[in-house]
């Protein structure tokens, strides 16, 4: 299939989602253009390294998203916006600079689903470490999981978690680099496992944060109590020897 591509800067569109982009260079705005003239159908890849302005082959990964625009909106500034709904994985088999924009033959691919005691392990295994990315992660809300435990298809499930984890591009990319199903959830797993261990380590740092915090400031309660104390009683001239180690073991328990 004869696709334009769209390359994309640090995000990674997976097939079965739906993804606003906002398109502004030139070769893209062509790429859009041509789709829009044609069938709507795009093909979207991210690239390797977003600081590029006018990527060519060499910039984008080989794998990506075949998507069809669904929706599109000119704004006033020159850009588009369009929303693009991803339907199935793809392979560039060969692709050219086709009047400013690339242009790929692209290769669909539809995982083979073996339902297998393997992608029975794999996915009871996804399931759980999803469960604990989302109750671990702050800025994913708790819907998120019940919209994913509504999902029968396993490929939908793989790339609805791939979408929703917060990871690096790169990251994201290797779950699309490979066409068998097991070694994609293989990959997500990896992708799981490591962005929970980062997040462990950020709950762990903000614990001893907050514990430095709350120590310092009880350390400085006391000491304005001992302070006030110590006022008082030389307002009183009732200052003692003993005052000093009562003092002291005040520190010391605080």
């Given at each position: 299939?004869?696709?334009?591509?769209l390359p994309?800067?640090?995000?990674?569109v997976?097939?079965?989602?739906?993804?606003?982009?906002?398109?502004g260079?030139?070769?893209?705005?062509?790429a859009a253009a041509?789709?829009?003239?044609?069938?709507?159908y795009i093909f979207l890849?991210?690239?390797r390294d977003?600081?590029v302005?006018e990527p060519g082959?060499?910039?984008?990964?080989?794998?990506g998203?075949i998507a069809?625009?669904?929706q599109m909106?000119?704004?006033?500034?020159?850009?588009?916006k369009?929303?693009?709904?991803?339907e199935g994985?793809?392979?560039?088999?060969?692709i050219?600079?086709h009047?400013?924009?690339?242009e790929?033959e692209v290769?669909?691919?539809s995982?083979?689903?073996?339902?297998?005691?393997?992608?029975?392990?794999?996915?009871?295994?996804t399931?759980?470490?999803?469960?604990?990315?989302?109750?671990?992660h702050?800025?994913?809300?708790q819907e998120t999981l019940?919209?994913?435990?509504?999902l029968?298809?396993p490929?939908?499930?793989?790339?609805?978690?791939a979408?929703?984890v917060?990871s690096?591009?790169?990251?994201?990319?290797?779950?699309?680099?490979?066409?068998?199903?097991?070694?994609q959830?293989?990959?997500l797993?990896?992708i799981?496992?490591?962005e929970?261990?980062?997040?462990r380590?950020?709950q762990e740092?903000?614990?001893?944060?907050?514990?430095?915090i709350?120590r310092?400031q009880?350390?400085?309660l006391?000491q304005?109590?001992i302070?006030?104390?110590?006022?008082?009683?030389?307002?009183?001239?009732?200052?003692s020897?003993?005052f000093?180690?009562?003092?002291e073991?005040?520190?010391?328990a605080?």
């Amino acid at each position: 299939t004869q696709l334009p591509v769209l390359p994309l800067r640090d995000v990674v569109v997976f097939p079965h989602m739906i993804f606003p982009v906002l398109v502004g260079r030139e070769s893209s705005l062509r790429a859009a253009a041509e789709a829009l003239g044609r069938d709507k159908y795009i093909f979207l890849v991210a690239q390797r390294d977003s600081q590029v302005d006018e990527p060519g082959r060499d910039d984008i990964y080989a794998s990506g998203t075949i998507a069809k625009i669904v929706q599109m909106l000119r704004l006033p500034n020159g850009l588009m916006k369009i929303l693009v709904e991803g339907e199935g994985q793809g392979f560039i088999k060969s692709i050219v600079d086709h009047g400013g924009f690339l242009e790929a033959e692209v290769i669909a691919n539809s995982p083979e689903i073996v339902d297998d005691k393997k992608l029975q392990a794999l996915l009871r295994q996804t399931r759980e470490l999803f469960q604990e990315y989302v109750a671990l992660h702050r800025g994913i809300p708790q819907e998120t999981l019940v919209s994913y435990e509504n999902l029968a298809d396993p490929v939908r499930g793989l790339y609805f978690i791939a979408a929703n984890v917060l990871s690096r591009v790169e990251a994201k990319q290797r779950v699309l680099e490979t066409a068998d199903l097991r070694e994609q959830y293989l990959e997500l797993i990896k992708i799981l496992k490591d962005e929970i261990e980062v997040l462990r380590l950020e709950q762990e740092i903000d614990t001893k944060v907050q514990d430095t915090i709350q120590r310092s400031q009880r350390q400085f309660l006391i000491q304005e109590q001992i302070r006030a104390l110590q006022t008082e009683l030389e307002e009183e001239g009732e200052i003692s020897p003993e005052f000093g180690k009562i003092v002291e073991g005040i520190r010391q328990a605080g």
